[in-house]
């Protein structure tokens, strides 16, 4: 697929609030510092549309960006801010939960990883979450430039050893750069397909 148009739509601090529409909506989501803005800047080739979300108070929101007025980019509020008080981390759970497990139109949830870790607690506790409530996902290692192909190969499949030790069924994986353009076209394929196969099963139910 071709990105022909990007644009911030909105962002909301409640996800009953969302766009009143029926075009499928990929979200993106990750531990702070994952390189989720970067990724959404890259995948659509505007070096600036995540900022918009990334201004003071914007990260605690949902924010919708149109994608070739076909589907909805999502840019989720970041799980794990340690630094954070207890209300905010309150707040931002709630936004999420309600987001990801009612929001009738979202198709994908791609769980950003990165590249350069161990597997951390709180990515596989967000994953077996996903896992328990039958959440559709797939998973985006980042930042993959930062280390040689063979180590970031190493740790994706010690992540996906992990997984394994829970789950019989993988989900689907990308490794991406966003300095690089990696996993761009792959990403942007994915997409492609499972809006096709909503289109071909006759549109989304809701
Ligand atoms: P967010 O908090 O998840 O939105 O993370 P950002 O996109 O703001 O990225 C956090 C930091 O990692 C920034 O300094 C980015 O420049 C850097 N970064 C993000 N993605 C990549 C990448 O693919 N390669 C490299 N080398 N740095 C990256």
């Known amino acids: 697929m071709e990105i022909t148009s990007a644009?911030?739509?909105i962002s909301n601090s409640r996800a009953d609030m969302c766009p009143d529409t029926k075009l499928p909506?990929?979200?993106?989501?990750?531990?702070?510092?994952?390189g989720k803005s970067s990724l959404i800047n890259m995948l659509t080739q505007k070096p600036k549309?995540?900022?918009?979300?990334?201004?003071?108070?914007?990260?605690?929101?949902?924010?919708?960006f149109l994608v070739n007025k076909a589907w909805y980019l999502v840019d989720l509020?970041?799980?794990g801010y340690a630094q954070r008080g207890k209300?905010?981390?309150?707040?931002?759970?709630?936004?999420i939960e309600y987001y990801v497990l009612e929001r009738?139109?979202?198709?994908?949830?791609?769980?950003?990883?990165?590249?350069?870790?161990?597997?951390?607690r709180i990515d596989l506790e967000f994953i077996e979450w996903l896992g328990e409530n039958g959440v559709p996902?797939?998973?985006?290692f980042t930042k993959a430039d930062k280390q040689t192909t063979t180590k970031t190969r190493q740790s994706v499949e010690r992540f996906m050893n992990k997984l394994q030790e829970q789950?019989?069924?993988?989900?689907?994986?990308?490794?991406?750069?966003?300095?690089?353009?990696?996993?761009?076209?792959?990403?942007?394929?994915?997409i492609e397909e499972v809006n096709k196969s909503i289109a071909s099963t006759g549109g989304m139910t809701n």
Not at 25 to 34: C, L, T
Not at 87 to 95: A, F, H, S, Y
């Open 77 to 79: 509020p970041g799980y």
């Open 167 to 190: 789950w019989e069924e993988l989900p689907p994986y990308f490794i991406s750069s966003s300095e690089k353009k990696t996993g761009r076209q792959e990403i942007l394929d994915y």
């Open 7 to 9: 644009e911030f739509v």
């Open 25 to 34: 909506e990929y979200a993106f989501i990750g531990r702070s510092n994952v």
């Open 104 to 120: 009738q139109q979202m198709t994908c949830l791609f769980v950003l990883i990165d590249s350069r870790l161990e597997p951390q």
């Open 137 to 140: 996902f797939a998973l985006i």
């Open 87 to 95: 209300k905010i981390m309150d707040k931002i759970q709630k936004l």
């Open 49 to 64: 549309l995540a900022m918009t979300s990334s201004t003071p108070g914007k990260t605690l929101l949902i924010n919708h």
